[in-house]
Nanobody
Framework: QVQLVESGGDLVQVGGSLRLSCVAS????????MGWYRQGPGNKRDLVAL???????NYGGSMKGRFTVSRDNVKNTVYLQMTNLRPEDSAVYFC???????????????WGQGTQVTVSS
């Protein structure tokens, strides 16, 4: 059974920094991409950042330049370094992975439970 477990969410002041981590575990054969989405109260889930097997990245609108996604392929772990945080960055941050597991025939999307980030002014 594949699981994604996030950590690192916290309460931080405006302009502060946080680092989120997400570990994928289970009978994993290949991880295609990993990354982060976020969802604020009353909002839909939006892309924050994704990183592919080749190291290429995609960032959501206002995150590029402030957020950096990275990955440890050996540990099946993805990180999100967030700097210069703003109140509008407050949300639940969800880890995402597209991966192939032993029990599946084709790659599937998996989600973590989410970790809360709150930026106070």
């Amino acid at each position: 059974q594949v699981q994604l477990v996030e950590s690192g969410g916290d309460l931080v002041q405006v302009g502060g920094s946080l680092r989120l981590s997400c570990v994928a575990s289970g009978n994993i054969l290949r991880v295609n991409r990993m990354g982060w989405y976020r969802q604020g109260p009353g909002n839909k889930r939006d892309l924050v950042a994704l990183i592919n097997n080749d190291g290429s990245t995609n960032y959501g609108g206002s995150m590029k330049g402030r957020f950096t996604v990275s990955r440890d392929n050996v540990k099946n772990t993805v990180y999100l370094q967030m700097t210069n945080l703003r109140p509008e960055d407050s949300a639940v941050y969800f880890c995402h992975a597209n991966l192939l597991a032993v029990e599946t025939i084709t790659p599937r999307n998996y989600w973590g439970q989410g970790t809360q980030v709150t930026v106070s002014s």
